[in-house]
């Protein structure tokens, strides 16, 4: 893959800004993780115990 960028005068530019992205959007999903309050994460972590109790029942 490396001889099809290797005329590519631009390749360290685009490598750059790809890296920017990435750890952007990491940072935002690491963001949108650690802002929910705890409650969220307690009432999901229930959800597929509760539709075993009702299959059961």
Same mark, same amino acid.
């Given at each position: ?17 790809? @890296?920017? @992205?990435? @750890? ?34």
């Amino acid at each position: 893959m490396k001889k099809y960028f290797a005329t590519e005068k631009s390749i360290g530019i685009f490598q750059s800004i790809m @890296l920017i @992205l990435f @750890l952007f959007a990491f940072f935002f999903i690491l963001f949108l993780v650690f802002s929910k309050p705890n409650k969220y994460y307690q009432k999901i972590s229930i959800l597929p115990l509760e539709d075993k109790k009702q299959e059961s029942i």
